[in-house]
Structure formats: C-alpha cells, structure tokens
C-alpha cells in the first residue's frame, strides 16, 4: 500500500512537474503583444523639468498636440513622421503643484480620418532634477566602526602575542 501511493506521488509530481512549462507558456502567449499608444519617458516628470512623448497610430504626416490635462495646457505641436508616430520632448510648466496627478495627452487623427487622443497618467516630483533626501547621513557612524573593529583587532593580535610570549618563556 505504501509502495503504490509512494509512486502514485512521484509520477503526480512528474506530470505537474512537465506540464507546467507548457500551462505557463499557453497562458503567457494568449495574444499578440501590442504597446500602449502613448509612453512617456518617466512617469514621474519634475516641474518645469522635460519628459519624452513617444506616441504612434496616427495618420502618417499629420499634425498632433501633445498636451498635459487637468487644465489643458498645449505643451508642443509636432508632425508625424511617414509611419505615423511622434517622438517629441516636452517642458512640464513649472508653476504646475508638485505631487499631482495629470495626463499628458497626444492628439491628432489616425489613419482613417478618426480623432485620436491617447493618454499617459502622471505624476509630477518636485522642481529640480535632484532627488529629496530621505535617509542619514552615516559617514561617522561608519568611521567610528572601521575604528572599533581595528582596535577590536589590535587588541586580539595584541593578546595572542603576550600569550606566545609567556607560552615561549
């Protein structure tokens, strides 16, 4: 009996165990992947600083706003290259609250004539490019421990040479 549920379990493992790749892959490649309309190059932007808008899907030479909402505000007007994508950068208005939340939108029309605005969500850092500082500043603490572990070594070296010395006599 306990042979047969030993290898009852094993060959269960097994088939799980094979199986698996091929339940995970068929789930992983449901459908063809397709990229959001509109990127930005941070979704973080500071205030009066730059972020990058590459968009696609619109009518090849055609004229597109890329614009930021809460209050629409036109930040560039750009042309469509021959595919119909834009790859512009744009300056986040600095009088803007840092910490909100805002789309930055791409407007123009597709290929078949029908507007398009596509959208990216973000949310504005603080004027500058530098980061907040949010941690200590440890430069003591660790000095202060490389000088407690040298002393900590000198101190063992130190004892084991006396010890040699009196062994020795």
Do not use: C
Not at 33 to 50: F, I, L, N, R
Not at 122 to 129: D, E, I, M
Request: glycine share 10%; proline share 8%; no cysteine.
């Amino acid at each position: 009996m306990k042979r047969s549920f030993r290898t009852f379990a094993t060959l269960a493992a097994a088939a799980t165990i094979v199986a698996s790749p091929v339940v995970i892959a068929a789930t992983a490649h449901a459908g063809p992947y397709s990229p959001p309309p509109v990127t930005v190059s941070t979704s973080h932007p500071s205030v009066g600083g730059e972020v990058n808008v590459v968009a696609s899907g619109f009518k090849p030479n055609s004229t597109v706003q890329v614009s930021i909402h809460s209050v629409p505000i036109l930040l560039t007007t750009t042309t469509a290259d021959a595919n119909g994508n834009i790859d512009v950068t744009v300056k986040v208005p600095s009088d803007f609250t840092p910490g909100s939340a805002h789309q930055i939108v791409a407007s123009g029309v597709s290929p078949s004539g029908a507007p398009v605005n596509d959208t990216v969500n973000v949310t504005l850092a603080g004027g500058g490019s530098s980061l907040p500082f949010t941690g200590a500043d440890v430069l003591a603490l660790g000095v202060g421990g490389v000088a407690l572990l040298g002393v900590g070594g000198f101190l063992f070296f130190a004892a084991r040479w006396k010890r040699r010395a009196v062994l020795a006599e």
